[in-house]
């Protein structure tokens, strides 16, 4: 099963809304990555938390973490339509270097 | 800035064939990956290389050789192409400080095998 995972397959909504993309891991991290991936592009980090941070902003991007709970989220303001893409959550594999990888969830954003 | 290069985007291969993707960077990044990307099941780690002639399995290795012929290039091989195949290879790069990296992906080979 993943070690890191998304709570919600798919979120929609308008252009200039915002959206809240939520996460859970299964093992204690050093840090959490969140990244984005259009259609036919391979994913891009977006942010990057540490465990001892419990926020980190990047832009019209914030992201969250709590360790007590074992979970993050990443919140985008003003959404746009080009912010359409499935958003991952990805933790350090603990046994090698890389990432696992959250399913994803898909964000469409609407005129 | 760097890039990350992956040949070819789109691959269509012949049951039991051996297929070869290549991925090449210019950041200098120590340490490369190869991902496979199913359609519902995200990203898995099929090998790591964290230096020039290092290989390091992931988690779904079986079926596949990799080769780090430079510190720039990373080569997966299909040792055997399953009819009815279909998913994307992901080839990244990072720079690694303990555990926490920043990676870089490139957008890609997309394998069908018919």
């Known amino acids: 099963s993943q070690l890191a995972e998304e709570n919600l397959w798919a979120l929609s909504v308008h252009e200039g809304e915002s959206v809240t993309v939520n996460c859970s891991y299964k093992?204690?991290?050093?840090?959490l990555q969140w990244y984005r991936q259009k259609s036919g592009e391979g994913p891009a980090q977006l942010i990057l938390i540490r465990s001892n941070e419990r926020e980190k902003r990047n832009g019209r991007l914030r992201a969250t973490l709590d360790t007590s709970s074992q979970s993050s989220s990443l919140s985008i303001t003003a959404t746009r339509c080009e912010d359409t893409a499935v958003y991952f959550c990805?933790?350090?594999?603990?046994?090698?270097?890389?990432?696992?990888f959250g399913l994803g969830t898909r964000v469409s954003v609407f005129p | 800035g760097g890039i990350i290069t992956q040949t070819p985007k789109f691959l269509i291969g012949q049951e039991g064939q051996k297929l070869t993707l290549k991925c090449q960077q210019n950041?200098?990044?120590?340490?490369m990956y190869w991902y496979r990307q199913d359609s519902g099941k995200g990203l898995r780690l099929i090998y790591y290389s964290i230096t020039e002639n290092d290989l390091q399995k992931g988690d779904l290795s079986e079926g596949y050789d990799a080769s780090r012929e430079k510190k720039s290039s990373f080569s997966l091989t299909v040792t055997s192409a399953q009819k009815n195949e279909m998913a994307v290879f992901l080839c990244?790069?990072?720079?690694?400080?303990?555990?926490?990296?920043?990676?870089?992906f490139g957008s890609g080979t997309r394998l069908l095998v018919i």
């Open positions: 950041f200098n990044h120590d340490t």
């Open positions: 990805a933790t350090p594999l603990y046994y090698a270097q890389g990432l696992t």
């Open positions: 990244a790069s990072s720079i690694v400080t303990g555990k926490i990296s920043d990676y870089t």
């Open positions: 093992t204690s991290i050093t840090a």
